[in-house]
């Protein structure tokens, strides 16, 4: 099974710091976020006509890490604060 989950940091009006947005097709998944410990997932409700997301463990284990990775990078100022990136998976 492929999901082909995206990664998109983005800067959101209503967010002290970046996130990383996980997609699937055009809907958004979940969201990662940094916390004051660590880090932070927010998972996101399937469409209305779906009863829940089904994602591959092993590509959605992988966009974790990946979007971890990228919002350190980010903090430690590796990347531009401007820079939004999207990836696939």
């Known amino acids: 099974m ?11 009006p209503d967010r002290e ?3 990383v947005e996980i997609w699937r097709d055009n809907v958004q998944v979940a969201e990662v976020s940094r916390t004051d410990g660590g880090y932070a997932l927010e998972i996101y409700p399937s469409a209305a006509d779906s009863p ?10 992988r966009a974790l890490a990946d979007a971890e990775e990228q919002l350190r990078l980010h903090t430690e100022g590796a990347l531009p604060a401007d820079a939004t990136r999207e990836d696939s998976h």
């Open 2 to 12: 492929s999901d082909q989950l995206r990664l998109l940091v983005a800067e959101l």
């Open 17 to 19: 710091h970046l996130v």
């Open 52 to 61: 829940s997301h089904v994602l591959d463990l092993s590509e959605f284990k």
